[in-house]
């Protein structure tokens, strides 16, 4: 028969598109509505005619784009194979003389016509389009191409991957929602992994391994954020692989698949378990997770309970198809579970591998990295800016350093983050590998732990970046203040920035570890420019340590003081609480809200006004909360500690 010796069913092929032509027409009508006419309304607006300019087509009315290009192609293969799902029609349409790969193939072919016909439609208007307006001269005939490019394996992934999942399903509901999940499960179950053993594992760095390839495992995550990340190649490769391995996975789960079936939430018997088990451990891991908020292990553990049990019962019932699912069997089967998680727990408990004690020998150590952030390390990766420090006396530091976290292993604060500085850090060793470490530590421990390691000089030219001060001559330097008012100056003149920028590197090189450490007293920010980062539009900037004396002088003796940031003439009164029960502060101002409760002491000497800015902290551990009102009538608050301020204003306050 012609049927049996054709791929390509002309008979099928018209029925299909008369049956599911819609969804083309749909299709092609949403991509008009989010890209020609979008571009139409945007060229009319006159507000956009001189501010607006679109860059590429991704910026065009986007989450729109988004939607459609992920639902359409799930929906189309829903409707396509929606015969499987149905007993008549699944009898009627394997009744024929047709083979199942013709099947196959002829309906598959007819969702990627119906899908890629009005893609490419109007991707060839967008040629036409663009030439409208201004606004649009940006794109070019390549940015065309790679969002056409993009958007035809974005498409056929998602239909694959929806055709895929209805060869193991027989309820088209569970083919949509399984599809959606199976896109983005390998992102959600990574993060769950890494955040459940981040929990568990003391040192582990959640943030350095949650780096940017981890949202290349799902296409939907990484599609989402394609109007504002710089376009790569490899993953639509992938992608573009992996819509292959669907397709040919799914003619062969067709080729198995049990027709009796149609109905069935999972049609094949070895994936139940999977699918069950599958449930159960995304469950409990979303339940530690969630519960990692309350700072208690009892809670995590409860939530890895609740979690499991929940999702083990579940996937049951979807199973079944009904609630009535108690039977000896299902007590067995989740005590078996429980077992092996156990088991797991306490080998990721007990660190049998000595995970959180390792701590490299120097002999091992090439170079040694110690920051704030995970995230450093990875900018080291894309930059290529080496952020490593190779000198062997600060190795040895940082390994003492490590060394007494490892034995001592403070508790991190898990009320507030504000009160618990994190330390990052990272040896490249002599074999090529990578160990990295992260640990929280209560802030005013900071200093028994850390003191001498942040004083070093090393350290502090990693910290302020104060290498690439001399890649490049600098250009500007900007000073802007904190508060109201925002002051700020810009220093342009170069003999003015040769003199500073000797003296910005004195008081950094001056600074001690009080000075450092989290909640320190800052003016605002000091924005550094130069050459290199000009081109590259990436400003070097710190903070304006309250404790740059010779900045501070150079500024007065400059006349610059009094427009770069707040001075105590700016300033009319100040207004005292004394909270010397409180250990930590975080909105000082909350105190204000409630100041009937408290005695407030307002003084108008100018004096302990200046000695009062001078020492204020946006918050941490205070004595003393305190009110600036300005000439103006602005205000901004602040923060005082006993050992900050002379007896002479401890004395006025009482």
Known sequence: MKSNKSFINK??????????????????????????LQMFLLASDIRNRDSLVIENVFDIAYPFQFILIIFLPILAGIVLFRYLHVKSAVDMMHSLPIKRVHLYLNHYLTGTLLLLIPLWLVAMLLFFVRDISPIYQEITNGDIGIWTLVMTVMVLLFYSVSIFVGMMTGISVAQGILSFILLILPTALFYLIHANLAMHLYGYSRGYVMDE??????????????NYREFSYLPLIFYALFCVIFIVLAYYLYQWRPLEMSGQTIVFEFLRPIFKYGVTVCTMLVGAVYFDQYPHDGWIIFGLIAGSLIGFLVAEIILKKTW??????????????????????????????????????????????????????????????DIFIQDPTFIEEVRSFHEKIVTKQPEPVISNHLYEDSYVIAYDLENGSRLV??????????????????????????????????????????????????????????????????????????????????????????????????????????????SFAEVDEWLRRNDYIYEARIVPEDIDTIDVIDVSSSERITYP???????????????????????????SRNFGQADYVVRFTLSNHGYFFGTLRTEDVSEAFIQYVE
Request: aromatic share 12%.
């Open 213 to 226: 390839w981890s949202t290349y495992l799902s296409p939907i995550v990484w599609l989402s954020e394609l």
């Open 11 to 36: 008979g099928m092929q018209k029925q299909n598109m008369k049956q599911h032509g819609w969804l083309g027409i749909v299709f092609f009508i949403g991509l008009l509505f989010a890209l020609p």
């Open 589 to 615: 101002e909350e105190y204000f809200f409630r100041e009937k409760e408290y005695d407030l002491t307002e003084i108008q000497d100018e004096e302990l006004i200046a000695e009062a800015l001078q020492h």
């Open 437 to 546: 470490r992260q640990y929280h530590i209560p802030m005013e421990e900071s200093e028994e732990y850390v003191g001498s390691l942040i004083e070093s000089k090393p350290y502090k030219t990693f910290f302020f970046e104060l290498d690439r001060w001399e890649q490049a001559p600098i250009e500007t330097i900007t000073f802007v203040s904190q508060g109201p008012g925002s002051k700020n100056v810009k220093i342009t003149d170069e003999n003015e920035i040769e003199e500073l920028r000797h003296i910005l590197k004195y008081d950094i090189y001056s600074l001690t570890a009080d000075d450092l450490i989290g909640g320190e007293p800052t003016w605002g920010s000091i924005k550094i420019e130069t050459e290199t980062t000009l081109k590259n539009e990436e400003a070097i900037y710190m903070s304006w340590n309250k």
């Open 324 to 385: 009535r699912i108690w039977r000896k069997k299902l007590l067995v089967q989740y005590g078996v579970y429980a077992s092996i998680i156990l088991v797991l727990s306490v080998l990721i408990k007990t660190d049998v591998i000595g995970y959180e004690t390792r701590v490299p020998e120097a002999s091992e150590i090439e170079r040694v990295f110690l920051g704030k952030d995970p995230w450093t390390l990875q900018d080291e990766q894309l930059d290529e800016e």
